[in-house]
């Protein structure tokens, strides 16, 4: 008998519909995506998503990102699902700030490698099945990252999705 693979399940929120799409078609590859231009539409939907790794975008309307995360972590069944800001805001400040209010991992816009980006998801959906879907609030992720993913473009340039 054939063993079955799941997938993980990501949940997308992405409000520029070209970055939306690219990223569904790249991520669709290796995951399962719920994928979302509206937080609020990602916040109904979320019964039927039953996401295993939440990546948002932060500059969105009519909430940002990280108010998503909080509405999404106070919803029953996800307040431990690990959680990845998607952002053009690459100041080290910028990214501490977005660590401490929730987010696992910071991930900067324009991604120049989508081997990095895979890494960073597959590290979050890794220790967070591994630790029984606790959240993972100790994830260092300038010491376990890739190092652009991790301190942002600042010191690579930035480039487009590859």
């Given at each position: ?59 969105m309307h009519p909430i940002n990102g990280v108010e998503c995360l909080q509405k999404i972590r106070a919803t029953p069944g996800n307040a431990d699902v690990p959680a990845m800001a998607l952002t053009g805001y690459a100041r080290d400040d910028e ?68």
């Amino acid at each position: 008998m054939a063993e079955t693979t799941t997938r993980p399940n990501l949940l997308l929120v992405e409000d520029d519909a070209d970055t939306l799409e690219v990223l569904s078609i790249l991520l669709g590859e290796r995951y399962a995506v719920s994928a979302y231009r509206s937080p609020l539409d990602a916040l109904r939907e979320l019964g039927t998503a039953r996401p295993d790794l939440l990546i948002l975008d932060i500059g969105m309307h009519p909430i940002n990102g990280v108010e998503c995360l909080q509405k999404i972590r106070a919803t029953p069944g996800n307040a431990d699902v690990p959680a990845m800001a998607l952002t053009g805001y690459a100041r080290d400040d910028e990214r501490a700030r977005f660590l401490a209010r929730g987010f696992q991992a910071v991930v900067v816009k324009p991604i120049l490698d989508s081997e990095d980006l895979m890494a960073v998801i597959d590290g979050l959906v890794d220790r967070s099945a591994a630790s029984g879907c606790d959240a993972v609030p100790d994830l260092d992720a300038q010491a376990r990252m890739p190092k652009f993913i991790a301190r942002g473009a600042s010191q690579t340039g930035r480039g487009r999705l590859a």
